[in-house]
């Protein structure tokens, strides 16, 4: 499997997102590690097994085994931390905001990759569950590492065209699911 295989398996309404399947490894402002951490980070994020195992399969060929690992431990993190830190900003209270989270996140501190890459991938998962809090935060850290908005503007790009293939093959599932059980 494949981005490839990926961008068949796209009926003609998506005929959008194929065309941006075909543009997300392309990027001047980033390296290839990071373009392909996020896609992976962006794909796990996502929780659609048929996206997972077409990104992965071509992860593998793009990204080392430790960075793999790292872009992983992004999408894993970024599930807790996202839920966590986007309830507390939604709630609004200031004495609930100023608690401690007490949520272990020690793989943000040794991510096994360049801190930059984790931060951006970080940012890549953030975008697709949502957290205007972690954005924010992973925004600031990656333009403080010295990425571009560039760079980070092609991550967000690759989160949403992931996110949405994403979508699409559940959606597409689920028709057909249904168009069975109806017959």
């Not at 959008?16 to 590690?33: E, F, G, P």
């Not at 980070?41 to 990204?63: C, K």
């Not at 908005?149 to 699911?177: C, F, K, N, P």
């Amino acid at each position: 499997m494949s981005i490839e295989t990926l961008k068949e398996r796209m009926p003609a309404y998506a005929k959008d997102i194929k065309l941006n399947l075909s543009n997300i490894v392309n990027s001047t402002a980033l390296t290839k590690q990071q373009i392909w951490g996020s896609i992976l980070t962006s794909a796990l994020a996502s929780r659609n097994d048929y996206v997972i195992e077409a990104v992965a399969a071509e992860a593998a060929e793009n990204l080392s085994a430790e960075a793999r690992e790292a872009a992983k431990a992004a999408a894993a993190v970024m599930a807790m931390n996202n839920i966590y830190y986007r309830s507390i900003h939604l709630i609004e209270d200031a004495e609930l905001s100023k608690m401690p989270a007490r949520l272990r996140m020690n793989v943000i501190g040794n991510p096994g990759v360049d801190k930059l890459d984790f931060e951006l991938w970080s940012l890549a998962a953030s975008a697709v569950n949502g957290c205007g809090m972690c954005l924010k935060a992973h925004a600031h850290e990656v333009l403080g590492k010295g990425a571009t908005r560039e760079g980070m503007q092609d991550v967000l790009r690759i989160a949403s065209v992931v996110h949405a293939a994403a979508a699409i093959v559940e959606g597409e599932t689920a028709l057909q699911e249904s168009a069975l059980a109806a017959a």
